[in-house]
Every structure is written in structure tokens, then in C-alpha cells.
């Protein structure tokens, strides 16, 4: 029989080096409690001190933190650590900056332990082009395990989809600057059904308020109340929310500088920082009052400043009863588990694997690309009409080609480097292929919708067609045949290949610097000077055999340089021009 139980899990950082997070966790329905806890953790991150990156000093972003969910807000100044909190939680950060002991049922915690919770982050994480329901459809082929049938699916797509009251918009594309979409509300709840897809036991939740109005944004929070009423427990953090926001929280943390200050019931804390010498205003919002507190707006007395109010809520908070509570509670699951370690009865948590296969998660990725580059055509199809003007303008001005000794191979050559010049510089509109969906990327890879690799592979084959593959076939068509080049014993196939291979290899670069750089001026910028680089050493702007040796080896890096010598070979070798024959056609040989 399903009972439903109330479990708590620990976070606790003793010092100004350790952190100890503890976290009772309030479950769905289930046969068996879950307790999550995280023990004596840190977590520091690197710092620039100079120019020179060795120079480099440690920030500690979390200290003496003691944590217990339930519908729990983290309520901090900017800069304090909620996210890096929230994240230690989900296991999103990266193990060599997090030490400790995270445990689940008093064991370590599985690997891929993200997979297991849901995360919503601040920023949206949907597909504009794609509707509500097929953004729900999306994450559940990929988090729902094989044993779902496709109508156990759909039905869970329709619970969540009324719970959220999404029904209204749920046939709506969620749109983005360019067209008009769903409202910033649904976007948000769109955002959190993606994640109650799975029905997590516990959903965290980065300011899901941040960009909002006061009415959504009471909407949102009404909605996260109901899910934690109906057993989902939800741990969020928030920034400065207006007092029928603050009456919903279940219980409240406040940081200060990465330490904890207060955790307990949130219709308690305005009594306990009474006790502790703050008495808020007439009128004042209490979410206002605290973080006046933690900047020091609250000072009560002249002789005191920031740091002596920081020092003395954080002591205060140490020595309360509220803190005694829960170090009570959370000290038991660490001796536990210390205990069966020694006694090497520790139970080990299987490892969360992937719900679905490489080849589904190809499929699934692919679809929804191919899915929305249908719906957002701009750019493909600019792309080919850009590429198709080029390739006239060429054809114009090497209209049908003479075979004369004086002009031919010059108009020729020229006309080949022009042709792979404006083939290569094509492919920096893949530029944007990495750059724009990385949170995207991010967030779905940190919470187990696919492998790394089924999202590469599906998106670069699901670019090479309708961006390489069928615009270099139209360029091919059309200066071919304009120009009067060479069309026999399949001349024509091998050109159109050529041009093929180097507009991959082109692409090829601007991938590597779309998944390098976060920046994407800085990606383009890249990329131009690569392929100048290149074109300086494709053997026609100057002879390779009079650069000097220890800049010569640059050339077998050149992509016009093997495109160059290919089209040559291609076109010049045995043509016959004024009754002479041009044996050898590469550049470099001349």
C-alpha cells in the first residue's frame, strides 16, 4: 500500500571551509521515504587576480550553511550563493569543485543523479519555434522510459498540461523577438512542465519569477504551492518577492555572503529576528526587511557596520534554537553512514541511466530541429538565395569562358578561387549553431534528456542539408554551366563534390569555434582570420615554394589549397587551349 511520507534532507557547512548541506525532503506517494543529504561540502571557485591567468586566488562561495526543504524559498542578496546552492543540490556542479559527502538514503548518491530531479532555470529553455505540447511531447520521449506506452505518454503530456493550466495555449507556437508567441507566464510553466514530465521527487527552481509581473509572478508561485501540496517537494530561490508571494512559502533560508542566517518556518522568521534585536517597520515587506538586514540597511546603532551585522546574524543564527532543531535531525543520517562504511555494509545506489537510446535521442533531436528550422525558414532560405546571387554575379562576369591562351587560365583560376572564396566564407553562418541553443544544451545535458553525442551528430547532419548540401548544389548548377566549364566524363560530379567537401570543411571550423567560444562576435572574428589564413597559403595569392620553411607547413592546413589544386585538376588537366595542351593543372606546379 502507497503511503505518503514527510523525509528531510541535510545541508550543513560547519566553518568558513566546510559546508554541510542537509535536506528532508517531502515525497510524492511512495512505498519508501527518499532522503537526500549532502555532507560537510565545498564548493570554491577560481579567481583572477591579474592578467596572467596562474594569478589566481580562491573564492569560497558557500559557508556554514544548514538547509531543510520543503516548499522552501532561499532568499539572499545577489551574490550570495543561492544558484551555487540550488546546484550543489541537483549535483550540476563539476565534482572538482564540490568535495563532501552527497548521500541519498544514507548512501552516495547514484551517478547521473541529475537525471533523477527536475530543474527549471531562469532563462527559457524552449524551442521557440515549436508549439507548448510538443515541447511537453519532447522532454517526455526522452526522460519517460521504454515501459511507457505512447497513450500512458500523451496522458501524462495532458495531466501536466491541465495542471499548469496550459490548455488554452497548449496548440500555440512559444514564439520569440521575431513573432508573437505565448506570454512570459506560460513560457515559465512551460518551462516547469517540462521538468514534472518525469514527476522528480524534488524540483528546484532558479528565480522562476526573475522577468515577470506581479500577477504572473503570484501565479507562478500559486502553482509551485499546489505542487508541493499534491507531494512534489519544491526548493527555489527568489529575489526580493512582494509579501502575497512570501505568505505561500512553507518555510524560508536567507544567505548572507554565502552563510546561512536564518532556515525555519517563514511565518517565524519575523519573530526571530525581534528576538535577535530587528524589528521591522510599519508596512514594511518582510522579503525588503530581511534583505535589509543581510546589507545592513537595518543597522540599529551607529557603532555598527556591515560586517558586525553580518557576524552577528550568522552567530545568532549558530546558536539558536531553530539551528539546535535540525543539527538534531540532520547528525544522525551522516553517523549512520559513516558507520556502514566502516562496516562495509553500505548499501551503493544503482547508476541513473539514460531513459532512452543513442538512436531515439538521435531521432527525437533530429526531428525537433528539422521541426523548427520548418517553421523558421529565414535563414536557410536567405542562405540560398545569397549563394544563388553570388553564383550569377560569377557567371556574369565569366560568362562562358573562351579558350584562349591569353585569358583562359587566368579567367579560369580566377574564377575557381572566387567560386571556393565565396564557399567558404558561406559557411559562417554555422557559427551560430552552438552558440545560440548553449543554454539550451546545457540544461538539457545536465538533466539526462540525451547523450553529448546524439545531440552533435543530429545537429550537424540535420545543418549539412538544408544549409551545405542543397545551396552548394544550386551554386554548382549555376556557375558550372554559366562559366562553360568542362562536362565531360563526369566533370560536373566531381566539381559539385569538390565545392561539397570544402564547404563541410569550412563548416567544419566554424563548429569547432561555435562550441569553443560563448561569444559570438568573438566566434565570427575567429573564424575570418582562420580562413584568411588559409587563402593566403591556397598557392595563388603567392607562390608556396618562395615561403620561407618555418611558415611553409602551414599550407597543409589550408582548405583553399586542396580545394584550389581539386577544381584545377578538375578543369585544367588535358584541356586544350589555341591548339596547346595543359598536361598538369595545380597552381603550385606551374
Given at each position: 500500500?502507497?503511503?505518503?511520507?514527510?523525509?528531510?534532507?541535510?545541508i550543513?557547512?560547519?566553518?568558513?571551509?566546510?559546508?554541510?548541506?542537509?535536506?528532508?525532503?517531502?515525497?510524492?506517494?511512495?512505498?519508501?521515504s527518499?532522503?537526500?543529504?549532502?555532507?560537510?561540502?565545498?564548493?570554491?571557485?577560481?579567481v583572477?587576480?591579474?592578467?596572467?591567468?596562474?594569478?589566481?586566488?580562491?573564492?569560497?562561495?558557500?559557508?556554514?550553511?544548514?538547509?531543510?526543504?520543503?516548499?522552501?524559498?532561499?532568499?539572499?542578496?545577489t551574490?550570495?550563493?543561492?544558484?551555487?546552492?540550488?546546484?550543489?543540490l541537483?549535483?550540476?556542479?563539476?565534482?572538482?569543485?564540490?568535495?563532501?559527502?552527497?548521500?541519498?538514503?544514507g548512501?552516495?548518491?547514484?551517478?547521473?543523479?541529475?537525471?533523477?530531479?527536475?530543474?527549471?532555470?531562469?532563462?527559457?529553455?524552449?524551442?521557440?519555434?515549436?508549439?507548448?505540447?510538443?515541447?511537453?511531447?519532447f522532454?517526455?520521449?526522452?526522460?519517460?522510459?521504454?515501459?511507457?506506452?505512447?497513450?500512458?505518454?500523451?496522458?501524462?503530456?495532458?495531466?501536466?498540461?491541465?495542471?499548469?493550466?496550459l490548455?488554452?495555449?497548449?496548440?500555440?507556437?512559444?514564439?520569440?523577438d521575431?513573432?508573437?508567441?505565448?506570454?512570459?507566464?506560460?513560457?515559465?510553466?512551460?518551462?516547469?512542465?517540462?521538468?514534472?514530465?518525469?514527476?522528480?521527487?524534488?524540483?528546484?527552481?532558479?528565480?522562476?519569477?526573475?522577468?515577470?509581473?506581479?500577477?504572473?509572478?503570484?501565479?507562478?508561485?500559486?502553482?509551485?504551492?499546489?505542487?508541493?501540496?499534491?507531494?512534489?517537494?519544491?526548493?527555489?530561490?527568489?529575489?526580493?518577492?512582494?509579501?502575497?508571494?512570501?505568505?505561500?512559502?512553507?518555510?524560508?533560508?536567507?544567505?548572507?555572503?554565502?552563510?546561512?542566517?536564518y532556515h525555519?518556518?517563514?511565518?517565524?522568521?519575523?519573530?526571530?529576528?525581534?528576538?535577535?534585536?530587528?524589528?521591522?517597520?510599519?508596512?514594511?515587506n518582510?522579503?525588503?526587511?530581511?534583505?535589509d538586514?543581510?546589507?545592513?540597511?537595518?543597522i540599529n546603532?551607529?557603532?555598527e557596520?556591515?560586517?558586525?551585522?553580518h557576524?552577528?546574524?550568522?552567530?545568532?543564527f549558530?546558536?539558536?534554537?531553530?539551528?539546535?532543531r535540525?543539527?538534531?535531525?540532520?547528525?544522525?543520517?551522516l553517523?549512520?553512514?559513516?558507520?556502514?562504511f566502516?562496516?562495509?555494509?553500505l548499501n551503493?545506489?544503482?547508476?541513473?541511466?539514460?531513459?532512452?537510446?543513442?538512436?531515439?535521442?538521435f531521432?527525437?533531436?533530429?526531428?525537433?530541429?528539422?521541426?523548427?528550422?520548418?517553421?523558421?525558414?529565414?535563414?536557410?532560405?536567405?542562405?540560398?538565395?545569397?549563394?544563388?546571387?553570388?553564383?550569377?554575379?560569377?557567371?556574369?562576369?565569366?560568362?562562358?569562358?573562351?579558350?584562349?591562351?591569353?585569358t583562359?587560365?587566368?579567367?579560369?583560376?580566377?574564377?575557381l578561387?572566387?567560386?571556393?572564396?565565396?564557399?567558404?566564407?558561406?559557411?559562417?553562418?554555422?557559427?551560430?549553431?552552438?552558440?545560440?541553443?548553449?543554454?539550451?544544451?546545457?540544461?538539457e545535458?545536465?538533466?539526462?534528456?540525451?547523450?553529448?553525442s546524439?545531440?552533435?551528430?543530429?545537429?550537424?547532419i540535420?545543418?549539412?542539408?538544408?544549409?551545405?548540401l542543397?545551396?552548394?548544389?544550386?551554386?554548382?548548377?549555376t556557375?558550372?554551366?554559366?562559366?562553360?566549364?568542362?562536362?565531360?566524363?563526369?566533370?560536373?560530379?566531381?566539381?559539385?563534390?569538390?565545392l561539397?567537401?570544402?564547404?563541410?570543411?569550412?563548416?567544419?571550423?566554424?563548429?569547432?569555434?561555435?562550441?569553443c567560444?560563448?561569444?559570438?562576435?568573438?566566434?565570427?572574428?575567429?573564424?575570418?582570420?582562420?580562413?584568411?589564413?588559409m587563402?593566403?597559403?591556397g598557392?595563388l595569392?603567392?607562390?608556396?615554394?618562395?615561403i620561407?620553411?618555418?611558415?611553409?607547413?602551414?599550407?597543409?592546413?589550408?582548405?583553399?589549397?586542396?580545394?584550389?589544386?581539386?577544381?584545377?585538376?578538375?578543369?585544367?588537366?588535358?584541356?586544350?587551349?589555341n591548339?596547346?595542351?595543359?598536361?598538369?593543372?595545380?597552381?603550385?606546379?606551374?
Amino acid at each position: 500500500m502507497k503511503t505518503k511520507t514527510s523525509v528531510v534532507t541535510p545541508i550543513v557547512i560547519n566553518d568558513c571551509n566546510t559546508a554541510s548541506v542537509k535536506i528532508h525532503v517531502k515525497a510524492f506517494e511512495q512505498k519508501q521515504s527518499t532522503t537526500i543529504s549532502c555532507h560537510d561540502i565545498r564548493y570554491r571557485v577560481d579567481v583572477k587576480t591579474k592578467i596572467c591567468p596562474r594569478n589566481r586566488k580562491t573564492k569560497e562561495i558557500l559557508k556554514g550553511i544548514d538547509f531543510q526543504a520543503g516548499m522552501n524559498a532561499i532568499l539572499e542578496p545577489t551574490g550570495s550563493g543561492k544558484s551555487s546552492l540550488l546546484d550543489i543540490l541537483a549535483g550540476r556542479k563539476a565534482p572538482l569543485r564540490v568535495s563532501g559527502d552527497l548521500l541519498l538514503n544514507g548512501s552516495p548518491h547514484p551517478e547521473n543523479f541529475k537525471c533523477m530531479v527536475g530543474y527549471v532555470l531562469q532563462d527559457d529553455v524552449v524551442i521557440s519555434g515549436l508549439t507548448v505540447r510538443e515541447n511537453l511531447a519532447f522532454s517526455a520521449a526522452l526522460r519517460l522510459r521504454g515501459q511507457n506506452s505512447k497513450a500512458d505518454i500523451q496522458e501524462k503530456i495532458e495531466n501536466v498540461v491541465s495542471e499548469l493550466g496550459l490548455t488554452k495555449c497548449v496548440d500555440t507556437m512559444v514564439g520569440n523577438d521575431f513573432f508573437r508567441g505565448i506570454s512570459g507566464g506560460e513560457r515559465q510553466r512551460t518551462n516547469i512542465g517540462m521538468e514534472l514530465i518525469i514527476s522528480p521527487p524534488v524540483l528546484f527552481l532558479d528565480e522562476p519569477t526573475t522577468g515577470l509581473d506581479a500577477n504572473t509572478a503570484h501565479s507562478v508561485m500559486q502553482l509551485l504551492k499546489s505542487l508541493s501540496k499534491n507531494g512534489t517537494t519544491v526548493v527555489f530561490s527568489i529575489h526580493q518577492p512582494r509579501f502575497s508571494i512570501f505568505k505561500l512559502f512553507d518555510s524560508l533560508m536567507l544567505l548572507s555572503f554565502g552563510e546561512c542566517v536564518y532556515h525555519g518556518a517563514a511565518h517565524e522568521s519575523l519573530d526571530y529576528f525581534r528576538s535577535i534585536g530587528f524589528i521591522i517597520e510599519e508596512h514594511n515587506n518582510p522579503p525588503d526587511f530581511f534583505l535589509d538586514v543581510v546589507n545592513g540597511a537595518a543597522i540599529n546603532t551607529l557603532d555598527e557596520n556591515i560586517v558586525d551585522v553580518h557576524q552577528k546574524i550568522v552567530s545568532s543564527f549558530r546558536k539558536s534554537k531553530l539551528n539546535s532543531r535540525l543539527q538534531n535531525v540532520i547528525k544522525p543520517i551522516l553517523h549512520q553512514y559513516h558507520q556502514a562504511f566502516d562496516t562495509k555494509t553500505l548499501n551503493m545506489s544503482p547508476k541513473v541511466k539514460y531513459a532512452t537510446s543513442f538512436f531515439k535521442q538521435f531521432r527525437v533531436i533530429s526531428s525537433r530541429t528539422l521541426l523548427n528550422l520548418l517553421r523558421n525558414p529565414k535563414l536557410s532560405i536567405l542562405h540560398w538565395i545569397i549563394l544563388t546571387i553570388f553564383g550569377l554575379i560569377i557567371g556574369g562576369i565569366y560568362w562562358s569562358m573562351d579558350r584562349d591562351c591569353e585569358t583562359g587560365i587566368q579567367n579560369r583560376v580566377g574564377a575557381l578561387f572566387f567560386i571556393l572564396l565565396n564557399i567558404v566564407f558561406s559557411s559562417l553562418s554555422a557559427v551560430e549553431l552552438f552558440v545560440k541553443e548553449r543554454p539550451i544544451f546545457i540544461h538539457e545535458n545536465l538533466s539526462g534528456f540525451y547523450r553529448v553525442s546524439a545531440y552533435f551528430f543530429s545537429k550537424i547532419i540535420c545543418d549539412s542539408l538544408p544549409m551545405r548540401l542543397i545551396p552548394v548544389f544550386l551554386f554548382s548548377v549555376t556557375t558550372h554551366f554559366m562559366l562553360g566549364l568542362r562536362s565531360e566524363e563526369g566533370k560536373f560530379f566531381l566539381y559539385g563534390l569538390t565545392l561539397l567537401m570544402v564547404a563541410m570543411s569550412g563548416t567544419s571550423i566554424a563548429f569547432f569555434f561555435s562550441a569553443c567560444v560563448t561569444d559570438l562576435g568573438l566566434a565570427n572574428v575567429l573564424i575570418a582570420v582562420t580562413y584568411v589564413f588559409m587563402m593566403i597559403f591556397g598557392g595563388l595569392l603567392v607562390n608556396l615554394k618562395s615561403i620561407p620553411d618555418r611558415l611553409r607547413w602551414i599550407q597543409w592546413f589550408s582548405t583553399f589549397r586542396y580545394g584550389l589544386n581539386a577544381l584545377e585538376i578538375i578543369e585544367l588537366k588535358d584541356l586544350t587551349l589555341n591548339n596547346m595542351t595543359f598536361i598538369n593543372g595545380t597552381t603550385d606546379l606551374w
